[in-house]
């Protein structure tokens, strides 16, 4: 089951999914006594973080107990200009006074498969999961926010990607033809074991896309997007008017 919120413009959507972050990390660290979220790369999440970088909103947040992790990377160094961690970095991180060690990047500096193994020791140390639970445990996240491409991508799970129906591994290192480059991704395994997940999404651009992923036949290697149903949690959709032309 899933909830559509409809604004009526992306700065509007902004604001509430920066408004969504700090209500879910305050009750979260209420409940648990810290927050972890993984945050999305694209210029729509980019528009939430922006937002919420702003004094009235930091200053709601406790970030020295706020955790930062990332649903997926591309194969870049942490300052190379495609990096999602550097593109959360500029927008955000550097305007909180959150500690070096809540931010737990994956190594895309790394050779792809050892930071996809590198970002599974960060998880299962986080989480405090052994190697033997990995089995029939997963890392829950309390907030996931995840963008939609227009061909119906999320994270980096792309069409017809083996990663989209992965059943054990929590990080997928693969190359993306289509992009002639290597990614690191949460794979469903992680993605759908989060408390929240929260999809951002934009633009007339995405209107015919977003209804066949939301009202279409279910068909996740060609729309991944719709492989996201979170097992036991909520699954929101943040979207604006232009986007939600189609429905
Ligand atoms: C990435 C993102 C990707 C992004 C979508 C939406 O690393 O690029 O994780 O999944 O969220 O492509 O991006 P836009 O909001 O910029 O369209």
């Known amino acids: 089951m899933s909830t559509v919120r409809t604004y009526d413009d992306p700065a509007a959507l902004a604001d509430a999914a920066a408004h969504y972050f700090v209500k879910t990390a305050q009750a979260a660290i209420e409940e648990r006594g810290r927050f972890a979220v993984a945050l999305a790369g694209g210029s729509t999440p980019k528009a939430m973080l922006v937002r919420l970088a702003q004094p009235d909103l930091i200053k709601q947040l406790d970030w020295l107990v706020t955790h930062i992790f990332w649903g997926d990377e591309r194969a870049v160094p942490p300052d190379h200009m495609d990096s999602n961690y550097r593109m959360a970095r500029e927008a955000l991180l550097d305007h909180t006074p959150l500690p070096a060690a809540n931010i737990n990047r994956i190594h895309?500096?790394?050779?792809?498969?050892?930071?996809?193994t590198n970002y599974e020791d960060i998880l299962r140390t986080y989480f405090a999961l052994s190697p033997a639970q990995k089995a029939d445990a997963q890392p829950r996240f309390d907030l996931v926010f995840l963008g939609m491409g227009d061909d119906g991508h999320t994270a980096s799970l792309f069409p017809g990607a083996e990663a989209i129906q992965e059943q054990q591994q929590w990080v997928s290192a693969y190359h993306v033809d289509k992009?002639?480059?290597w990614r690191m991704t949460l794979t469903p395994v992680v993605l759908n074991a989060a408390a929240r997940v929260v999809f951002l999404v934009t633009g007339?651009?995405?209107?015919n896309r977003l209804r066949q992923v939301l009202y279409g036949p279910y068909q996740p290697h060609?729309?991944?997007a719709q492989i996201i149903s979170?097992?036991?949690g909520r699954l929101l959709w943040f979207i604006d008017e232009a986007a939600a032309g189609s429905l």
């Open 204 to 207: 007339e651009g995405k209107a």
């Open 222 to 224: 060609i729309l991944p």
């Open 230 to 232: 979170p097992k036991d």
């Open 108 to 116: 895309g500096e790394l050779e792809p498969a050892t930071a996809a």
């Open 179 to 181: 992009l002639a480059s």
